[in-house]
């Protein structure tokens, strides 16, 4: 179905046609209403796409440290600044609009910067059906001038290992590196944030 503001959706020659070819009418209705409410504010619905494409990236990231802080960070918990996974998404959803497949195109790469260098937190493809078209690398970068609790000192050596780290705060930077698989010429992109 092509929706166009001359065509009259809800005709019943449309919907009897559908219907013939043993469309559901609850399910012809629904995607009517839907393009009918596409049509009527097209700039409105590309705002909310973006929104829920920019949450539910934000809410992938949350999801990859709450992961790692038992499998990789081998801590309690992890102190994420305010603002900071939308931000990140947002930076990705920008890095990817250029791109020819956009976010389904895109390998991620999260990593922790650490004193000894960086440490692979999880390898996601965002649409592991489409073919890769470009790499990102997210690099969270840990709260150097976070002072440890008391608490962290009290226990230290009596109930935990030593390789164990109760808390781990993050900085409100991150750093995004952009590789492009398709074209040789094409340059890695660095972003710090």
């Known amino acids: 179905m092509v929706a166009t503001s001359t065509l009259k959706t809800k005709s019943s020659e449309c919907i009897s046609e559908l219907v013939d070819r043993r469309y559901d009418r609850a399910c012809i209705d629904k995607e009517l209403d839907f393009w009918d409410h ?10 909310a796409a973006e929104d829920r494409s920019c949450q539910q990236l934000a809410k992938m990231f949350e999801d990859c440290l709450s992961r790692a802080k038992k499998t990789t960070l081998h801590c309690s918990s992890v102190l994420v600044p305010e603002k900071l996974t939308q931000r990140i998404a947002r930076e990705v959803l920008r890095l990817a609009s250029c791109e020819p497949c956009g976010l389904r195109g895109c390998v991620l790469y999260v990593d922790l910067e650490l004193d000894k260098g960086c440490k692979r937190l999880e390898r996601i493809a965002c649409d592991a059906t489409v ?19 008391l608490r962290d000192f009290l226990f230290m050596g009596t109930c935990f290992a030593p390789t164990f780290r109760h808390v781990l705060k993050l900085s409100p930077g991150f ?8 074209s040789s010429s094409a340059g890695t992109v660095v972003e710090e944030c």
Do not use: H
Request: aromatic share 10%; glycine share 6%; with cysteine.
């Open 175 to 182: 750093r995004l590196v952009k590789k492009k698989l398709y």
């Open 38 to 47: 596409c049509l009527a504010e097209p700039q409105g619905n590309a705002d």
């Open 131 to 149: 073919v890769p078209t470009f790499e990102l690398t997210l690099v969270f970068k840990q709260d150097g001038a976070a002072w440890p609790s």
